[in-house]
């Protein structure tokens, strides 16, 4: 496989809903801030910045998409790349249920993303990168186990094992 190829991560319905409670308790918690009768030092204000800095903190985590080449995933983010080497892959599987009954050892939980490092039962350890958990594909390493969303699941889980075998 001599050119990337890209994959997008459209965000599922659960995304969409934390994203947008979350955003509007930030944005109502600075305005709160910024607007509210001022009865203690002036500094107080700058207490406004909190909840937008959480707000950009979890924006820049964000997933925008996918890319597959040479021996390598690529999960794009907002002002990065995540790389994944894919040496030694075992197996890569559709399994829109993979993420259930999670634990969250860090990362973040849904605003504007799903990312970090999670455990469950089923797949124990395992890092994951999405936007849209129905499309979860499991990608089983050597030394981790990783999840994503691609919005083509079949198409990449092809490309993927292609890649194992090229």
């Given at each position: 496989m001599s050119n990337p190829i890209h994959y997008t991560a459209s965000w599922g319905t659960p995304l969409k809903l934390i994203t947008a409670v979350g955003s509007l308790v930030v944005l109502g918690a600075t305005a709160l801030c910024l607007f509210a009768p001022l009865n203690g030092p002036p500094w107080l204000h700058l207490f406004a910045a909190?909840?937008?800095?959480?707000?950009?903190?979890?924006?820049?985590?964000?997933?925008r998409g996918y890319r597959l080449s040479s021996g390598t995933l690529e999960v794009i983010r907002l002002w990065?790349?995540?790389r994944v080497e894919l040496r030694g892959l075992t197996t890569a599987a559709l399994d829109p249920r993979a993420c259930k009954g999670s634990l969250r050892v860090w990362?973040?939980?849904g605003f504007f993303v799903f990312s970090g490092q999670f455990s469950n039962a089923t797949l124990g350890s395992y890092e994951l990168f999405a936007t849209d958990l129905s499309r979860a594909v499991v990608l089983r390493l050597p030394q981790r186990t990783v999840v994503v969303t691609p919005d083509q699941p079949e198409q990449f889980i092809r490309d993927v094992l292609q890649l194992r075998s090229a």
């Open positions: 909190l909840p937008l800095a959480i707000l950009v903190a979890c924006m820049m985590q964000m997933v990065w790349t995540t990362g973040n939980g």
